[in-house]
């Protein structure tokens, strides 16, 4: 049974905030990078409820009920990617605090160390592989969207790309933490920098389309 007192996925808002805010490490930026996520897709879906049924939108019905569908999936799978991030983070810690009085009990504590630190490293980067895949929902309905929602499809594209930016900083920060040989330390560092650049680009291109849409002729 899934405990709705720590589980991140059912906190008030306010009491997730105060939370972030405090002096407990757990939950941090992995987490908070993955709620903008979720965020960002469910603007995404309120903006397809906004649009599906208008008769300007017929011809994009199909689109639009799959962008609805993709945003609803990747909202509850980050929010998931949030708690998972907390719980790889507090693997970390709970193995560093094991014994290590004895040979053996050093050797127990880094190899434990050693794939909690995996983890933490894996958590944020599926993490930033989402938020990639919502910052791609908001630039295709930003120009069919609502055009009173346009603003929406803005801010979720803002939201995502910062969740992709956001998840990049927490891969980064452990991966020089990973054991030798693990293969997230060669293989993460390129991919890092193909979804930065991708959120600059989309993102970039999302907003100027919003913009586009809300300024007066």
């Known amino acids: 049974m899934e405990d709705t007192a720590t589980d991140l996925r059912h906190l008030p808002v306010g009491e997730l905030t105060s939370r972030l805010a405090s002096h407990d490490p757990i939950p941090g930026g992995g987490s908070a990078a993955a709620i903008a996520g979720a965020m960002g897709a469910a603007l995404v879906g309120m903006v397809a409820e906004l649009t599906i049924g208008r008769p300007d939108a ?11 569908d993709d945003a609803a999936r990747y909202r509850d799978e980050l929010l998931t990617l949030a708690q998972t991030d907390a719980a790889a983070y507090a693997a970390v810690v709970a193995a560093r605090k094991l014994p290590k009085s004895t040979d053996d009990e050093k050797a127990a504590r880094r190899a434990a160390i050693d794939t909690a630190m995996v983890g933490a490293a894996d958590a944020p980067l599926h993490v930033a592989r989402l938020a990639a895949a919502t910052l791609e929902l908001a630039a295709r309905i930003a120009p069919i969207g609502n055009p009173n929602a346009a603003s929406d499809a803005g801010v979720a594209a803002q939201l995502a790309s910062a969740a992709v930016r956001g998840a990049v900083l927490n891969v980064r920060i452990n991966l020089p933490y990973l054991p030798a040989g ?21 993102g970039r291109r999302t907003v100027a389309e919003v913009n586009r849409r809300i300024t007066p002729s």
Not at 58 to 68: D, G, K
Not at 184 to 193: F, K, N, Q, S, V
Request: net charge negative.
């Open 182 to 202: 693990a293969e997230l330390r060669d293989t993460a560092p390129a991919e890092l920098e193909v979804l930065e650049a991708r959120a600059d680009e989309v």
């Open 58 to 68: 017929e011809a994009q019905a199909a689109e639009l009920a799959s962008l609805r």
